[in-house]
C-alpha cells in the first residue's frame, strides 16, 4: 500500500523559508520519480518540481526557479523541498506524489501560509 506523508508545513512571513519533507512507503521509492504539487484557495492543484529516482534529473515550474530545491535521500525513502524567498502567491497546500508511468499515489498534503 503506496503511503506518503508531507511534514513541514506552518506560517511564514515574506521572504522566508519552509523545508517540507515528504516519508514514502509502500513502493520501491529508489526508482520512481518524486514530485512535488501544490493547490492554492479555488486554484487547480499545479506542478511544482520533480525528481528522477536518482537524482539524475530535476525539473522546476518557472514560477519557483532560483528560490526552490528539491531532493531526496532514497537511503531514507524521503524527498524535500526546500523553499526560500517565500512570497504570498506561494500560499497553498503542498503534496506529494510517486509517478512511475503513472501516479502511484498521492500524500494527504501540508498548509504552507505565507503572510506577514
Known amino acids: 500500500q503506496v503511503q506518503l506523508v508531507e511534514s513541514g508545513g506552518g506560517l511564514v512571513q515574506p521572504g522566508g523559508s519552509l523545508r517540507l519533507s515528504c516519508a514514502a512507503s509502500?513502493?520501491?521509492?529508489?526508482?520512481?520519480?518524486m514530485r512535488w504539487y501544490r493547490q492554492a484557495p479555488g486554484k487547480e492543484r499545479v506542478l511544482v518540481a520533480s525528481?528522477?529516482?536518482?537524482?539524475?534529473?530535476?525539473m522546476y515550474e518557472d514560477f519557483v526557479k532560483g528560490r526552490f530545491r528539491i531532493s531526496r535521500d532514497n537511503a531514507k525513502n524521503t524527498v524535500y523541498l526546500q523553499m526560500n524567498s517565500l512570497k504570498p502567491d506561494d500560499t497553498a497546500v503542498y503534496y506529494c506524489?510517486?509517478?512511475?508511468?503513472?501516479?502511484?499515489?498521492w500524500g494527504q498534503g501540508t498548509q504552507v501560509t505565507v503572510s506577514s
Open positions: 525528481i528522477t529516482s536518482g537524482g539524475g534529473t530535476i
Open positions: 509502500g513502493f520501491t521509492f529508489s526508482s520512481t520519480t
Open positions: 506524489n510517486a509517478f512511475k508511468i503513472y501516479t502511484l499515489g
